[in-house]
């Protein structure tokens, strides 16, 4: 009988290999000026898609959106989370009932720094001044569930600047917490051994920067 656990590693097996398909098509579609080899591209990253359709629990239609909308030679996307703290407690916010730490995505035109301040205003209302990298993590390394693109996550501590909580259209709560109070957490966003983490970076005045 096959075990819930080696269900999920047959799933993280089958994951793995549409990612390399993918890789492999994208790259190809980037490279390639003939005809015939682009039109088998286009087909190996349609059946990556597929592959993810089926074995997880995304519809054909995300996993192609997922797979089958970028053009380029393929890098992992980059999401920033920011390590804000105030007398010893660590800034959360909340969003579709769990907690995590404020970030989100690096746009395209803008740099680690200004999209960290950007995305602590946007979801805490607050101000802040990043101060330094804590790390630097492959996501699927250490959040789960695992994805089907590859992710850095870049975590920042920043120092509290000013301001307040205001109501928008991502996050419906922010506060501060200590470490042995933690509320739940949303791990596909944030752990807590991440939240630890920072907390020891912001403990050590001669912390280095972490990376996989």
């Known amino acids: 009988m096959q075990t819930s656990h080696q269900k999920i590693n047959d799933c993280d097996i089958w994951l793995d290999w549409a990612?390399?398909?993918?890789s492999i098509a994208q790259n190809g579609l980037t490279y390639t000026k003939d005809h015939y080899d682009k039109e088998r591209f286009e087909r190996i990253k349609e059946i990556s898609a597929e592959i993810i359709g089926k074995k997880s629990n995304i519809?054909?239609?995300?996993?192609?959106?997922?797979?089958?909308?970028e053009s380029g030679y393929q890098?992992?996307?980059?999401?920033?989370?920011a390590a804000v703290f105030d007398e010893g407690r660590i800034l959360l916010v909340k969003e579709n009932g769990k907690w995590a730490l404020p970030g989100g995505w690096?746009?395209?035109?803008?740099s680690v720094r200004s999209s960290t301040i950007r995305?602590?205003?946007e979801e805490a209302g607050l101000d802040v001044e990043p101060v330094k990298i804590i790390a630097l993590q492959d996501r699927n390394k250490h959040n789960t569930p695992k994805y089907a693109h590859g992710i850095c996550k870049i975590f920042?501590?920043?120092?509290?600047?000013?301001?307040?909580?205001q109501i928008n259209h991502e996050t419906t709560e922010s506060g501060f917490f200590a470490m042995d109070s933690m509320p739940p957490l949303d791990s596909?966003?944030?752990t807590s051994k991440q939240v630890e983490?920072?907390?020891?970076?912001?403990?050590?005045?001669?912390?280095?920067?972490?990376?996989?």
């Open 59 to 69: 519809s054909l239609d995300t996993a192609k959106d997922l797979f089958c909308n």
């Open 156 to 165: 920042v501590l920043c120092s509290l600047l000013g301001g307040a909580f």
């Open 75 to 81: 890098t992992p996307k980059l999401d920033v989370r």
């Open 197 to 212: 983490m920072c907390f020891e970076a912001h403990d050590n005045p001669d912390w280095s920067a972490y990376f996989d």
């Open 106 to 110: 690096v746009d395209y035109n803008d």
């Open 19 to 22: 990612m390399e398909l993918q």
């Open 119 to 121: 995305e602590v205003k």
């Open 188 to 190: 596909a966003k944030t």
